[in-house]
Nanobody, 115 residues
């Protein structure tokens, strides 16, 4: 079955850390770009971070210096380590895979940053 399954969302206090994971199945994971987007209420979906098949990463401006994306090709997993989190990071976070001319999205996981 072709799918992306996210885990690791939840509630975190401002200044805290959270780690998201996304496990892929049914795709040639090692040879595609994968990453994370997020969508806050009333806002458009935006790029958080992407990592290409060579390991090179791109980040949204808000994520630079705070978030780190990594991939584990053996485990078909892409991870997002988020540090120094802010209330503005509250959103649904979606795992994403670029499949040639098509896209694959996970169902999303809620991340809430609040005291």
């Amino acid at each position: 079955q072709v799918r992306l399954m996210e885990s690791g969302g939840g509630l975190v206090q401002p200044g805290g850390s959270l780690r998201l994971s996304c496990r892929a199945s049914g795709i040639d994971f090692a040879n595609i770009a994968v990453g994370w987007y997020r969508q806050a209420p009333g806002k458009e979906r935006e790029l958080v971070a992407m990592v290409n098949r060579g390991g090179g990463a791109d980040y949204g401006s808000f994520a630079k210096g705070r978030f780190t994306i990594s991939r584990d090709n053996a485990g078909n997993t892409v991870n997002l380590e988020m540090n120094s989190m802010e209330p503005e990071d509250t959103a649904v976070y979606y795992c994403y895979a670029q499949l040639g001319f098509s896209e694959l999205w996970g169902q999303g996981t809620q991340v809430t940053v609040s005291s």
